[in-house]
């Protein structure tokens, strides 16, 4: 098929990610990057299963939602044809990464694309205040369910068209400072390190593994009423983004569903920022 030929076809392919299947962290909030993620996927035609860990959000100081809602709310924006399926799994969990790729597989069949937006909030601090436990129990859900969950979501990819996988890092590449979140930051920053490693063995089997910074995104911890840091900390991280205004979740959401999609194919091994110029 020549060039052009492969340009019309995709002219004509309104729902670009129709007959695939997204496997997607996080999601347990509607005004979470995952759920920005979903949505867009699902209005570019793919079949999702959700993973949300309700207890972590109802401890944090934004809350958590009812997941009925959040489901509800994606279900709406799926194309026809397409499924969708769900479960709380507690990543946290040595075998909480094997039991996300078997559950989605049982529930939708083959997985075209893995997103680990998930993340643990909390619990952290300072070098002075690190301990062996806040150092582990970030690792445990950040970095460890991400590359023991991407290797099992390579497993049962059979090589076909379309395999990708996004994770998450944190602004630190970009010389951000995060000194009051050694752990979170340290468990991020083992994704983006490793990314290109990895990618080169993913794409030997048709899987392209990407990593997005996402940068400050206002899921609610940067509202004055829900924050988990003070107003003034607030009002200086505002004040270094050049366009005056937060990430919204839609930000990086962009960027992912491009990823995904096969506009996104050539791009392997990287680590980029969606961050407004944040620095």
């Given at each position: ?39 867009r996927l699902a ?129 630190q590449i970009n010389g951000g ?103």
């Amino acid at each position: 098929m020549t060039p052009e030929h492969r340009n019309a076809e995709h002219a004509l392919t309104p729902l670009p990610l129709a007959g695939r299947t997204a496997v997607i962290t996080g999601v347990s909030r509607r005004q979470g990057i995952g759920f920005a993620v979903a949505s867009r996927l699902a209005r570019m035609g793919a079949s999702l299963f959700l993973a949300h860990y309700s207890p972590h959000d109802a401890d944090q100081p934004w809350g958590a939602d009812s997941i009925d809602d959040v489901v509800g709310g994606l279900r709406d924006c799926l194309a026809d044809g397409a499924q969708l399926a769900h479960a709380s799994i507690d990543l946290a969990d040595a075998g909480g990464a094997g039991q996300l790729i078997r559950d989605a597989a049982a529930a939708l069949g083959h997985l075209d694309i893995l997103i680990c937006n998930h993340a643990r909030s909390g619990g952290d601090g300072p070098l002075e205040d690190m301990t062996a436990g806040k150092l582990d129990a970030h690792w445990r859900v950040n970095a460890r369910s991400t590359i023991l969950a991407t290797r099992d979501f390579a497993l049962q990819h059979d090589g076909r068209p379309g395999g990708r996988v996004v994770w998450m890092t944190s602004g630190q590449i970009n010389g951000g400072i995060m000194e009051d979140e050694i752990a979170y930051a340290t468990s991020k920053a083992a994704l983006a390190g490793i990314t290109p490693s990895v990618a080169a063995d993913l794409v030997r089997r048709g899987i392209a593994l990407n990593t997005v910074n996402p940068g400050p995104v206002n899921t609610g911890y940067l509202d004055v009423d829900t924050a988990d840091r003070p107003p003034e900390v607030l009002a200086e991280v505002l004040s270094r983004f050049p366009g005056g205004r937060f990430g919204e979740p839609d930000d990086p959401a962009r960027l992912i569903a491009w990823l995904v999609s096969d506009e996104g194919r050539w791009i392997v091994g990287q680590v980029l920022s969606s961050d407004g110029g944040f620095r």
